[in-house]
């Protein structure tokens, strides 16, 4: 069994796809199969169920699945090693970030990282935050700016950069802006333009709304706050938004929630313990975002 091998089944798994996977990983399709057969025939068992158009796990492939992802990360973490030993940081970091992330400050960190350690090689998706906390959670990721209304998921640890209300946002003489304020009630009377689920701010407003036993309609959705901002202003719907985001489209007039309790927060999570890349890369944002410097490794 060889770690190209593991790679390779890893890659597979995640794309659903041969193809998919021999581009993602830089060789032949066939390459990615022969390789395949060769680790299924070693262990005894069919990885993958090759009947259907999109490539699934077999019950013997969900079960190797995690353990070559370790296999693989553990790989990774010798080398790593070995270049704090000699002063060095070097290897590959996977990032995720939140669909439509617009935070100069966000790219500032990455450019300083990259200045400082060109030896790393950084690669960056996009996603929602629900995905993107399980891809860390898995090793997928080892690293995601991510949306939601709790400070860290369970097991991982956050390092919030931003913490804010949501609002809703209407264009000049909508009837939520009578009053300078509105209630959460009274904001569900109209159909609202939002995040889809599995975003941070979604998650918040579901939560409380939950919470008061409101439901509420939602009209449109969108991945993107702009998309939002322009469906709002053009009278589809109420834009719900954070007080940030809501700011910067002045076609809208924010409408303060004064009973949307629970916070919009944008963290950054990782896997407790980062190794040395990864714990320089998480220094270097948290110096772009102006948050104290992470705490001294004991010695």
């Known amino acids: 069994m060889e770690l190209r091998q593991l790679e390779y089944f890893v890659a597979v798994a995640e794309e659903r ?161 009578d009053g300078g304020a509105t209630t959460l009630a009274d904001l569900l009377a109209h159909p609202l333009v939002c995040m889809p689920r599995g975003t941070g701010l979604r998650a918040v407003l579901d939560r409380d709304c939950a919470a008061r036993g409101l439901t509420p309609r939602i009209a449109l959705e969108a991945g993107a706050a702009a998309a939002i901002a322009d469906l709002a202003a053009r009278g589809l719907g109420v834009a719900v938004l954070s007080r940030s985001m809501a700011a910067a489209f002045p076609a809208l007039v924010p409408v303060p929630v004064t009973d949307l309790a629970t916070p919009a927060l944008l963290a950054l999570v990782n896997r407790p313990s980062p190794p040395p890349a990864l714990r320089a890369l998480l220094s270097a944002l948290r110096r772009a975002f102006h948050l104290p410097a992470l705490p001294a490794l004991p010695a």
């Open 17 to 177: 796809n041969f193809t998919r996977a021999a581009e993602r990983v830089h060789i032949s399709q066939s390459g990615v199969s022969a390789q395949i057969r060769q680790l299924e025939r070693e262990l005894g068992a069919e990885l993958f169920d090759r009947s259907a158009r999109a490539v699934t796990l077999t019950v013997a492939g969900k079960a190797a699945l995690e353990h070559a992802r370790q296999a693989l990360a553990a790989a990774r973490a010798v080398g790593q090693a070995v270049g704090e030993v000699t002063d060095l940081v070097r290897g590959s970091l996977r990032l995720g970030m939140v669909a439509g992330c617009t935070l100069t400050s966000l790219f500032d960190g990455l450019a300083a990282f990259h200045r400082a350690h060109p030896g790393v090689e950084l690669a960056l998706l996009e996603g929602d935050s629900e995905q993107l906390t399980e891809d860390v959670r898995t090793g997928a990721l080892d690293l995601a700016l991510i949306g939601r209304p709790a400070p860290a998921p369970d097991g991982l640890d956050a390092h919030v950069l931003l913490s804010e209300p949501l609002v809703a946002a209407v264009p000049p003489g909508h009837p939520l802006l």
